[in-house]
């Protein structure tokens, strides 16, 4: 699929938007595995740490629909120069694909594209609490942590 497309698609919905107190809309399209495209939009709220990002809005509305196979995230903001998804937003795909590929798209067409790898390495995942992760962190033992 392309990025024109989905670029297209976040476009329809950045309208939707409901980002007041920022004046920074962002909408994202969370492409899945099956071809499905989830499309969401940041939505804040006057108790600021409660706003959530585009990105998490699509992520949760892929896999509510039981479409959990992320493969793509773009990210569509009006700006002069793509924007990056947040932390947050990161730890969040990585939870379903800690290899998407990440589409940054700004208005003028502007395009930045990086693996969550690379946005994120040494990623934190499930895998580590249910004990399939072994190595890596070699040597924490003793150190106070707990499972
Ligand atoms: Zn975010």
């Known amino acids: 699929m392309s990025v024109k497309k989905l670029v297209e698609e976040a476009k329809k919905v950045i309208r ?5 107190y920022s004046r920074f809309p ?8 099956k071809g499905r495209l989830y499309t969401g939009v940041n939505v804040e709220n006057s108790s600021y740490g409660l706003t959530i990002c585009a990105e998490r809005v699509a992520v949760f509305k892929a896999v509510s629909e039981g479409d959990r ?9 009006p700006t002069e120069e793509p924007t990056p998804p947040c932390g947050a937003c990161r730890q969040v795909i990585a ?14 067409g502007k395009t930045l594209v ?3 790898e690379e ?14 992760e072994k190595g890596g962190e070699k040597g924490s033992e003793g150190q106070g942590h707990t499972g």
């Open 26 to 33: 962002v909408a994202a399209v969370v492409r899945t595995a």
């Open 69 to 77: 196979d992320i493969e793509e995230v773009l990210i569509y903001t």
């Open 16 to 20: 939707n938007s409901y980002s007041p």
């Open 95 to 108: 939870e379903f694909n800690p290899r998407a590929r990440i589409i940054m798209v700004a208005r003028n």
């Open 114 to 116: 990086k693996s969550l």
């Open 119 to 132: 946005l994120l390495p040494h990623t934190f995942t499930g895998e580590r609490l249910l004990g399939g």
